[in-house]
């Protein structure tokens, strides 16, 4: 890849404990031992400022304003993420993989929260302008399980239970079928990976699809 060449930014997505930063993770080194330069980042999160913001968001301070306030907050995160780290790293030609994205604003704080569509669009045009994942891997796994998964990450790591892993199970129900319906309406970007098979497995299965999805099609493009 030539520094002329613009990076591939792909998404991981899913409710909580479905393993996407241990999948993520997983693909980065695969990435690497490819040869591609690959930053991993998180939302809210991946700059001081909005690592700031995702202090304030999953500790629940910001919950009492409503989930429209939530939301402006998460794209005020996005913004100085995609300006200050994302944009900068796929305009050098690096792969940047992203542990949540624009998708989990939709479906926490628009199909669960309530937030009109159309106040949602707004805020992600503003946050992200045209700029949208080239694959959104959609992890997908039954509520009970993937938060027992989370309570014992928790649990190890001695960390208090976050604003939305609080919430009850027809809000985690609810976030499952929000992820669904948005790979349902956007086939060509989302891909929903079976996140309750064994983790190597489902590394395989992402390896598998992004190797077929771009550096296949890039060989076939440099022959």
């Known amino acids: 890849m030539t520094g002329a060449e613009k990076g591939r930014f792909i998404t991981f997505e899913g409710g ?3 393993g996407k930063s241990t999948q993520l993770t997983r693909l980065a080194e695969h ?3 490819c040869g591609i330069e690959t930053v991993t980042t998180r939302e809210p999160g991946g700059t001081p400022k909005a690592e700031t913001l995702r202090q304030i968001l999953l500790s629940g301070r910001a919950a009492p304003l409503g989930t429209l306030a939530e939301a402006a907050l998460f794209a005020a995160a996005r913004i100085d993420h995609v300006d200050r780290l994302i944009a900068p790293a796929l305009s050098r030609g690096a ?3 992203c542990d949540r994205f624009a998708d989990s604003t939709r479906a926490y704080q628009g199909a669960r929260g309530g937030v009109e569509r159309q106040v949602l669009s707004l805020l992600e ?5 045209e700029l949208k994942p080239d694959l959104t891997v959609i992890l ?8 027992a998964r989370a309570a014992v990450r928790r649990e190890a790591a001695g960390l208090r239970v976050d604003r939305f892993e609080a919430e ?3 809000f985690h129900e609810g976030l499952r079928r929000a992820f669904l319906d948005i790979a349902a309406d956007e086939p060509e970007r989302c891909c929903v990976v079976n996140a309750a098979l064994p983790a190597d497995e489902v ?8 190797d077929a999805r771009f550096l296949e099609a890039q060989a076939h493009a440099a022959q």
Not at 140 to 147: H, V
Request: charged content about 30%; glycine content about 16%; overall charge negative.
């Open 203 to 210: 590394a395989r299965a992402i390896r598998q699809l992004v």
């Open 95 to 97: 792969w940047v993989l």
């Open 31 to 33: 990435l690497r031992g």
């Open 168 to 170: 009850d199970d027809g």
């Open 16 to 18: 909580e404990g479905v």
């Open 140 to 147: 997908d796994l039954a509520p009970e399980e993937g938060l």
């Open 125 to 129: 045009k503003a946050a992200v302008g």
